[in-house]
């Protein structure tokens, strides 16, 4: 009796031996996932962080870029200059989009849907380290503008949008529910009647600074119309703005200078500012906003500026090249030629696939080849009743981009943008 109670008890752990040792490790490996799936929750918020390091990562699950499209399209053919798939991309009419276009813009805006679309992590802890804040100023084209936000969102930006005056209504709205999907992007509570050649072209810059003044993690403003495109991501972006150092990039010549535009100001500039031409479209620092917004000689000079003619090629301009003023990251006086990285704009000085209206090339689709291997930070500027081909591969192509960033694809080439003239200057 003894004996068969000792084996009945050896054959009792036995079997307890197997099941410990055929569950056990599925139980590890159960817990294991679990609390993996917990920590990359954690992560993709944002609230989990073991280590400090810029090339940390956050969770992000990239989907396959979707586009309803009525004819195929390779945009790789596209970007390596292929002349058949070009014919096939011009084929592709806006009337095909329309209608497209038409019910975006009448429907609600479901955010949640929406956001399946952005990008909504901050992606790297660099990225997130380095806020960016970016006016937008825009008139019309709901489906370009709303494709511009989403290539350039990120939840650590700002975003202020202006819209002119004259918009439509219902262009309007759908721009106000955008907003309200985002808590960093906002429209301006007034709204300008944009005029070309007239102060109004500056202020809605300036409504979008003030307002963006109040986000106080910013590093630097970006100001942008609704018919650009970046050409770099984001991750890119904050690499190239680390190397600026907080230099300003402004455009700046006396010897390009329209003179005959200030004849009507009735006397010089205040405070011996010596003015000068550049573009409206400026890469600054949180400085120059804050003199511009704050310092009564900025005040005096746009009223100045105020009494000419194109004053916005003249304001931000003037202020980054006297130095005297004393604005941080602003030059050294005007240095001809100045060489400006913050937009790709075609004059004429390349040859134009696109159309060219009212001197500016408009891109199309046998642009893309260039568009692709340009250094600047965005291009401008896009139709997109125009050959919208074009506007689906750059989008495509910033996508992929962003993506191959991520997952450590690509190498970011800083020779470029540290021999920039500006920054020497």
């Known amino acids: 009796m003894m004996l068969k109670r000792k084996l009945s008890f050896r054959v009792y752990c036995l079997v307890v031996m197997i099941v410990l040792s055929t569950f056990l490790p599925l139980l590890k490996l159960h817990l294991r996932i679990d609390i993996n799936s917990v920590t990359s929750k954690v992560l993709l918020e944002g609230k989990h962080d073991s280590r400090k390091h810029d090339d940390e990562q956050f969770l992000f699950q990239f989907s396959d870029l979707q586009r309803p499209r009525s004819i195929q399209i390779s945009c790789p053919l596209l970007f390596a200059g292929n002349a058949t798939e070009q014919k096939r991309a011009m084929s592709v009419k806006w009337q095909q989009r329309s209608q497209q276009n038409n019910t975006d813009q009448s429907q609600s805006i479901n955010c949640t849907l929406l956001k399946k679309n952005y990008i909504t992590s901050p992606l790297t802890r660099e990225e997130q380290n380095f806020p960016i804040a970016y006016s937008m100023l825009v008139f019309k084209d709901f489906v370009q503008v709303e494709r511009l936000l989403r290539a350039i969102y990120r939840p650590q930006n700002f975003y202020c949008i202006h819209i002119d005056i004259k918009s439509d209504n219902k262009f309007r709205q759908k721009l106000l529910q955008i907003a309200k999907c985002f808590e960093n992007v906002f429209v301006t509570r007034k709204s300008v009647d944009v005029r070309w050649g007239t102060l109004t072209v500056l202020e809605p810059e300036l409504l979008c600074m003030e307002e963006l003044w109040n986000y106080s993690t910013w590093k630097y403003f970006i100001n942008l119309t609704g018919q650009e495109f970046p050409l770099r991501t984001n991750a890119e972006l904050v690499k190239i703005l680390k190397l600026y150092n907080g230099t300003n ?70 202020l980054n090249h006297n130095p005297h003023l004393g604005i941080q990251g602003s030059a050294d006086g005007f240095v001809e030629p100045y060489i400006m990285n913050s937009r790709f704009k075609n004059w004429g000085n390349l040859h134009c696939a696109g159309k060219v209206v009212r001197q500016i090339c408009i891109f199309g689709v046998g642009d893309l080849p260039v568009l692709s291997r340009r250094y600047e930070l965005f291009a401008n500027k896009f139709y997109w009743d125009f050959q919208p081909v074009t506007l689906d591969c750059m989008e495509e192509l910033l996508y992929n981009r962003t993506r191959d960033d991520y997952h450590n694809k690509r190498t970011f080439d800083a020779a470029v943008y540290k021999n920039l003239s500006f920054l020497k200057h």
């Open 249 to 318: 990039d402004v455009s700046g010549t006396i010897r390009r200078a329209n003179k005959q535009r200030w004849a009507n100001a009735g006397g010089d500039p205040p405070a011996g500012i010596i003015p000068g031409k550049g573009s409206v479209h400026i890469t600054v620092n949180r400085h120059f906003v804050d003199y511009v917004l704050h310092n009564q000689t900025a005040r005096d000079f746009l009223d100045w500026c105020g009494k000419t003619w194109v004053p916005d090629e003249t304001f931000f301009a003037s």
